[in-house]
């Protein structure tokens, strides 16, 4: 799972009103090479939560993005390259995603992340 | 300009509005005056009919701005044999000849300079010639002044003689009444490679419902898949869409309910990442297990997506499932309350989602996450005992229905693809209204789930379907014989 599923998901369980974004528990990240696409990255950004985005790459170890960002750092290719390793190339490919309202734990097994909700929780 | 546009005969009623996609794409639409007179997002092109010919024929003619776009169009299009300049036409070799000969000079002359090389190809429809016969109508050619040298292996420039007969029968093929002979330089032609690449017998992970691999790269053609989209496939099973996505650059990203599909596949070596792999193409962006009834999907998230193509599950090959336990939905007990120690184990129940439930998810699901002009391309079945008119197909305000097409699957039921564009932002009153429904169909879950059984309906024996019995009967074999969606 890469930070930007991420940064798409929350915790949808029923009378959550908090679900995102979720805690990460690391159990195995690893790193994939991706070819970097200026253009997707600077679609991406306006629709990224950031503050989720840089708490959630250094709580799987990687922190050089700067805490706040804004569009006219997409200029710098420096920057780029740091949002585009945070965004697509670190995995969680074991671990956990919590809620941060109820502590439910999603598992993240061979890279998929389960968002399948129990049935007391739909 | 006006240029030949020829199609392989096969899935007619894709045709067009393939090239009109892919149009888009190339930029044969000018964005700006797009916005002003089609505020839709969408323009549609030109198109005239040879002489005579049935709308089912092979040969149209298409305008186009330029022939760059023209190329490009017949180079990534999947139902485009070719696209071709047209010298001349005619119904007989002589009137052949008289067209080719008064069609401008300065138009021909620099494709039959003399340091260039060229190859003549004879194509037929309908008929089959000898290759005695074709070169025979090569060489009838002779008048149009050839100065390059033959090259058969690789020309610079290709030009093509058409012919289709005057068969007057019924035997198949769309009742062109008059013969017909086109002459013309080709401008672009499909891959043909690709299909037999991707065709599903090569794949190492199928599964029972794998999206064939023409109809999949149709999908991304009329989802506008290019490098730097993102496209999603809220069913993606084994990815047989998304690899089509892929193939054209876009980035991908599935969700299934099914984890032992998503996750496990058959094995290290055979499941969803490894169709990717088998073909060079870039990994999924995300694969996640997730239910569409109850999408995981951040509250303030929207606008993401450039697309959405899916194949969601009607219920006839496959059926859908959401969460939440047959027996519990039918109220006929309370949610299971699952015991702490076994919460990280659990496997939670799963209960059969409607057609109608699953496509208003769809749909709202959709008008959230497609950006402005982006696209939703999906199938939809209908049975073929109604006449169906577009409005019996689902439609939802944020989208405007470009395309359906639609293909025959068995003398009961077809299957539309729908090809829609996002005209309008994604309001709170749409998501309340959207809410509310979804309420509805939880509680009436077993009356939706009857309404939209289009299994037992295309399954149902034949007898108890046409209880009008004479009549049934009567009105399918009055049904003409040649009906061109069959191909």
Not at chain 2, 275 to 287: E, S, T, V
Request: charged share 25%; proline share 7%.
């Amino acid at each position: 799972m890469r930070l930007l599923t991420h940064n798409m998901l929350s915790s949808n369980i029923k009378g959550v009103t908090n679900g995102f974004p979720l805690r990460i528990e690391v159990e195995k990240v690893v790193e994939k090479e991706v070819d970097l696409n200026p253009d997707f990255l600077r679609s991406m950004f306006s629709k990224i939560d950031w503050k989720a985005l840089v708490h959630a790459a250094r709580s799987i170890g990687y922190s050089e993005l700067p805490d706040e960002a804004d569009p006219s750092m997409l200029d710098s290719d420096d920057f780029l390259s740091r949002f585009h390793h945070a965004l697509l190339q670190l995995h969680l490919e074991e671990g956990v995603l919590i809620c941060p309202e109820t502590g439910r734990r999603f598992p993240v097994n061979k890279g998929i992340p389960n968002m399948l909700l129990h049935e007391d929780e739909v | 300009m006006w240029y030949l546009c020829v199609f392989y005969h096969r899935l007619l009623d894709y045709r067009k509005s393939e090239v009109e996609s892919l149009a888009q794409l190339f930029g044969a639409f000018d964005p700006e005056g797009l916005d002003q007179q089609n505020p839709k997002g969408y323009c549609s092109l030109e198109w005239r009919l040879p002489q005579h010919h049935h709308p089912d024929s092979p040969f149209h003619f298409v305008n186009l701005p330029s022939e760059d776009v023209a190329r490009k169009i017949a180079n990534r299009s999947i139902l485009v044999k070719g696209m071709y300049e047209l010298w001349g036409e005619g119904d007989s070799y002589k009137e052949l000849e008289e067209s080719i000969k008064s069609y401008p000079d300065e138009r021909k002359l620099p494709y039959l300079e003399s340091g260039s090389t060229f190859k003549i190809n004879v194509d037929t429809f309908g008929k089959v010639l000898s290759l005695q016969d074709q070169n025979q109508r090569i060489q009838g050619l002779s008048y149009i002044p050839f100065n390059g040298r033959v090259n058969l292996k690789n020309p610079d420039h290709k030009f093509w003689l058409m012919e289709t007969d005057d068969y007057g029968s019924n035997n198949g093929l769309p009742p062109i009444v008059q013969r017909r002979i086109f002459f013309g330089r080709e401008i672009g032609g499909a891959d043909r490679k690709l299909i037999p690449t991707y065709q599903l017998k090569s794949r190492t992970y199928l599964g029972p419902t794998a999206m064939d691999a023409e109809m999949a790269f149709l999908m991304a053609n009329q989802a506008l898949a290019l490098p730097g989209k993102l496209v999603y496939d809220p069913f993606v099973g084994t990815g047989s869409i998304l690899v089509a996505a892929a193939h054209f650059g876009a980035m991908t990203m599935g969700a299934d309910i099914d984890i032992r599909v998503v996750r496990d596949g058959r094995g290290p070596d055979c499941n969803v990442w490894s169709n990717f792999k088998q073909y060079g193409l870039p990994m999924p962006i995300a694969l996640l297990r997730a239910d569409n009834n109850l999408p995981p999907w951040r509250p303030g998230l929207k606008e993401v997506f450039d697309a959405i193509i899916s194949d969601p599950p009607y219920g006839v090959r496959a059926g859908g499932r959401k969460s939440g336990g047959r027996k519990l939905l039918k109220g006929a007990v309370s949610p299971y309350v699952v015991p702490d120690d076994k919460r990280t184990d659990h496997i939670p129940s799963t209960a059969p989602y409607s057609l109608v439930e699953c496509v208003h998810d769809l749909l709202d699901l959709a008008a959230r996450l497609i950006v402005m002009g982006g696209r939703l391309v999906f199938f939809y079945p209908v049975l073929r005992e109604d006449d169906y008119v577009e409005n019996h197909f689902p439609e939802h305000q944020c989208f405007k229905l470009i395309a359906s097409s639609e293909q025959i699957l068995s003398s009961r039921y077809s299957r539309v693809l729908l090809t829609m564009v996002k005209i309008s932002p994604y309001t709170e009153e749409i998501a309340d209204a959207a809410r509310i429904k979804h309420m509805e169909f939880r509680e009436n879950h077993l009356k939706w789930l009857e309404n939209g059984n289009l299994h037992s309906v295309v399954f149902s024996p034949a007898d108890s379907n046409s209880n009008a019995s004479g009549e049934g009967k009567l009105s399918k074999e009055s049904k003409p014989k040649y009906r061109g969606k069959y191909v």
